[in-house]
């Protein structure tokens, strides 16, 4: 259960949502509008992961 990130395209907010199913048809929280464009949304990283390498990945992280 993906959340993705919108505009509506009618009053310009900017939301957030938890699509449940590739059927459901979110609609804008603000003022009901069907009219949405998805937003492509940076990664997340948990807090305390190092700048330079991903987690599990480099010289100290990797498998032996």
Do not use: V
């Amino acid at each position: 259960m993906p959340i993705y990130e919108y505009i509506c395209l009618n009053c310009q907010n900017r939301f957030e949502t938890l699509i449940m199913s590739s059927d459901e048809q979110p609609t804008c929280p603000k003022c009901a509008s069907a009219s949405l464009e998805r937003l492509l949304s940076p990664f997340a990283r948990a807090a305390g992961e190092g700048a330079g390498t991903s987690a599990g990945c480099g010289p100290s992280g990797g498998f032996s």
